[in-house]
């Protein structure tokens, strides 16, 4: 389980030449997320969804708050923890003159794992995300959808307990994204934590048990996918979503 409670990271920008304000990216966000269980991460881009997965994930120092994984927390057991999480940035760029195999190959020997472990770790891995086809080619020969995949696909091979994800099927095909979207699934079943970020309301309404609605750095609501729409009286997340916000705004 990974518990967040009252997470905050506070940024100081330039107003101008003389003047620098502060601004927050994320403030007093508090939630749980149980093993078994994939919780949505939604709002639209800006509203501080990356900034809160890169604290979660131990990549940014949060200005206030704490992070527990199974009672331990993070910032005084950063290195157990970070070895049991698969992090996945929208932004991470991969080694193009590497084929999936050998990049595989090579996140595994950095978690440790054993060569007899690992070369069966890449196998299932390449059938459960459909690698075989281009498992042996350089990544910089792939598609959208295939790097996609890749970058996935290392991000597994030291067997996670939890996972969290960003962006993880922006700009893919329908086939890349049902694949991805089947695998995330997959493992929910098999008793994983899983923190699922996206803009897309009707993908988050198909795979996410619970939902978290930021806007602006803070959260606006949070439940079941059923709850919101009940208390917000909408057939779906995204009505759901702009009730919240009391519409859609238009700024010059």
């Not at 059923?226 to 979503?241: Q, V």
């Amino acid at each position: 389980m990974i518990k967040v409670e009252n997470i905050t990271k506070k940024f100081i920008k330039n107003k101008n030449k003389r003047e620098k304000e502060e601004f927050y990216a994320d403030k007093n966000i508090s939630f749980e997320a149980k093993d078994g269980e994939i919780v949505g991460i939604l709002g639209p881009n800006g509203a501080g969804k990356t900034t809160l997965l890169r604290m979660i994930a131990g990549i940014l120092e949060p200005t206030d708050g704490t992070i527990d994984f199974d009672g331990l927390n993070h910032k005084k057991n950063e290195i157990e923890i970070k070895k049991k999480i698969a992090y996945l940035s929208g932004n991470t760029k991969l080694y193009d003159t590497l084929s999936t195999y050998e990049l595989l190959w090579m996140c595994g020997e950095m978690y440790g794992v054993t060569k007899d472990k690992l070369e069966t770790r890449i196998e299932d891995i390449s059938k459960i995300l459909n690698l075989e086809g281009f498992l042996y080619n350089k990544i910089s020969k792939l598609s959208t959808g295939q790097t996609q995949r890749a970058n996935i696909a290392r991000c597994l091979v030291h067997n996670p307990q939890y996972y969290i994800l960003d962006e993880a099927t922006t700009g893919l095909d329908i086939i890349s994204s049902q694949i991805i979207l089947d695998f995330i699934k997959e493992e929910r079943k098999k008793g994983k934590t899983i923190l699922y970020s996206t803009h897309y309301m009707e993908e988050a309404e198909n795979i996410c048990d619970h939902v978290i609605m930021i806007n602006k750095g803070e959260i606006i609501d949070s439940g079941t996918p059923k709850e919101i729409k009940e208390r917000t009286n909408t057939t779906n997340l995204r009505d759901a979503f702009f009730k919240l916000i009391g519409g859609i705004k238009h700024e010059d």
